[in-house]
């Protein structure tokens, strides 16, 4: 089955700097690919999401890369900010998985004043 | 999301109780899912329902069980609640109309379950 790597586990980053969150995948039939945020005392929240036929995706301050052949996309968030601090999960899954979706280990990001 | 509603919020129990945790959500999906949530080891699917009749198993379904009672609510019970399931529980719902298997879940607040 699907098996999601997530690192780092916690990260700490200027007010105003960028934040990357790396993940890897391994079953090459995963095609979908979110991200949820989870604030404090809340439930996961989708923030952005990409398909396996887009390379990258852009929201605002929030992008997220997908390279295939290896297997591995990644968050990034530029010009952080304190709202920004939270708990970020990836997340992999497939037409063929009957929403299944298989979550990275998450990572704690700070935003330091 | 406040469509996605679980009670109780918090619970401690003591080993050998059984414990049910519910879930209800006004958003009007047929899809509900039980996840747990352990420091470090992200979300982790329990089970999961597409409509009143179907039931499925998910990766940690040993240990608990579900019943899905009407399309808006779903509960998730614990037989003989043992201490290694402590943790925080996760409901969610899901629409299949807005992208089928890759549709956007929607998260209750969650439970904190303390077994002793």
């Known amino acids: 089955g699907e098996n999601v790597e997530q690192h780092p586990s916690t990260l700490s980053v200027q007010e105003g700097d960028s934040a990357v969150i790396k993940c890897t995948y391994s079953d090459s039939a995963s095609n979908y690919f979110p991200w949820y945020k989870q604030e404090l005392g809340k439930g996961p929240q989708l923030i952005i999401d990409?398909?396996?036929?887009?390379g990258e995706k852009k929201d605002q301050r929030i992008a997220v890369t997908l390279n295939k052949t290896a297997k591995h996309f990644s968050l990034h968030i530029t010009e952080t900010q304190p709202e920004d601090s939270a708990v970020y999960f990836c997340a992999a899954t497939s037409y063929s998985s009957a929403s299944k979706i298989i979550f990275g280990s998450g990572t704690r990001l700070s935003i330091r004043p | 999301d406040a469509d996605v509603t679980q009670t109780p919020r918090n619970r401690i129990t003591k080993t050998g109780k059984r414990i049910m945790l519910e879930c209800s959500q006004t958003?009007?999906?047929?899809?509900m899912y039980w996840y747990r949530q352990d420091p470090g080891l992200g979300l982790q699917l329990i089970y999961y329902s597409f409509d009143v009749k179907d039931i499925n198993k998910g990766e940690i379904s040993d240990g608990y069980s579900v019943s899905r009672q009407a399309q808006a609510k779903f509960s998730l019970s614990l037989e003989s609640a043992i201490p290694n399931q402590t943790a925080l529980y996760f409901c969610?719902?899901?629409?299949?109309?807005?992208?089928?298997?890759?549709?956007?879940?929607?998260f209750g607040p969650g439970t904190r379950l303390t077994v002793l």
């Open positions: 990409i398909r396996s036929n887009v």
């Open positions: 958003k009007g999906h047929d899809r």
């Open positions: 969610a719902t899901s629409d299949p109309m807005t992208g089928g298997s890759l549709a956007e879940q929607f």
